[in-house]
């Protein structure tokens, strides 16, 4: 009896097939993605797969990397599939409970870091406050670039705490986050603050309810709407200057990420509740998504 010859899979032409597969079946991005499922499926990075690209793969590695592969197919994102996202160049964990950070997220830590450094107290200590903190990407890495910080970090979901507190015990700064548990539109807010912040970020929901059919159908079916949406896309913004017109110090900072539609509505936002100097940053595709002001 002739036996059935079985291929024998080496890590680069698996790769290669599997982009091949990806892109014929319309994965977005199919060479990263088989790249990163191909890693995480070897706990290694990509860099690896380059210096490792003729190391055979085993029957029951091809077998634990198709299972990766229908999960993407069915429009999972790569990142809720290996458990990770990188932030500001550390990885950070990610599951259904929270949103993928995104590379425009880093512009808001990057501009709030900005005015830390520039601040010209001569205490180092500085007190932030992150409200919708999610997978916590903003708060912890805030609180690694600033050792002296005490950051808070606020959500309404318990669950995207529980994130954003294993992130920040991976990144060696647990001990300096406070995980609040509240909710952003709540009126009293400012009355469960003891004392005021240096800088308080924000990267709300944005997203009118109206531009959710038009999403990609991995964030719809996969990310939390919670975290994505509000009636009019606009409705965080006024009670988060609110807010922090209250509890910021006088010349401290409010930075927020915008709707690339939004910035003239957010800075009259931001001017009515007495912040100054107020700029427009764009992001890496050149929209504007980041606003910021100094409270008078
Ligand atoms: C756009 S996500 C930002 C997550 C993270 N900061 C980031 O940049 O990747 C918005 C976050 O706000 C939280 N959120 C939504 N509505 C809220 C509310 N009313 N009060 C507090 N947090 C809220 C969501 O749970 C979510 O984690």
């Not at 830590?109 to 500085?126: G, Q």
Request: aromatic share 8%; hydrophobic share 40%.
């Amino acid at each position: 009896m002739v036996k059935e010859s079985v291929r024998e899979w080496c890590v680069v032409d698996l790769l290669k097939t599997t982009t091949d597969f990806f892109a014929a079946k319309k994965v977005d991005e199919p060479r990263m993605s088989a790249e990163l499922l191909l890693a995480h499926l070897f706990a290694e990075d990509r860099l690896w797969l380059y210096l490792n690209h003729n190391r055979p793969v085993s029957g029951s590695e091809l077998a634990a990397f198709r299972v990766l592969c229908r999960d993407r197919l069915d429009g999972r994102p790569v990142q809720y599939i290996t458990g990770e996202q990188f932030f500001y160049g550390k990885p950070f964990a990610v599951d259904e409970r929270v949103l993928i950070p995104r590379p425009e997220t880093e512009l808001l830590v990057e501009h709030a870091a900005e005015f830390l450094a520039a601040r010209k107290t001569v205490s180092p200590e500085c007190r932030l406050l992150d409200i919708g903190t999610g997978s916590g990407c903003i708060a912890v890495t805030l609180a690694g670039l600033f050792p002296h910080s005490e950051v808070t970090a606020l959500d309404r979901s318990g669950e995207a705490l529980d994130v954003a507190r294993g992130n920040a015990r991976k990144h060696g700064v647990l001990d300096r986050i406070i995980f609040f548990q509240a909710d952003m539109y709540d009126p009293d807010l400012v009355l469960r603050f003891s004392s005021p912040f240096d800088v308080i970020v924000s990267n709300p929901p944005y997203i009118p309810e109206c531009e959710w059919d038009g999403l990609q159908k991995e964030v719809r079916g996969f990310e939390p709407k919670d975290a994505l949406i509000t009636p009019q896309g606009i409705d965080a913004y006024l009670p988060i200057c609110r807010t922090a017109a209250s509890i910021l110090k006088p010349g401290g900072a409010l930075c927020l990420e915008i709707h690339a539609e939004g910035a003239e509505m957010v800075r009259s936002i931001m001017a009515s509740e007495h912040f100054g100097s107020i700029s427009v940053q764009k992001d890496y595709s050149g929209f504007d998504r980041i606003v910021s002001g100094i409270l008078d």
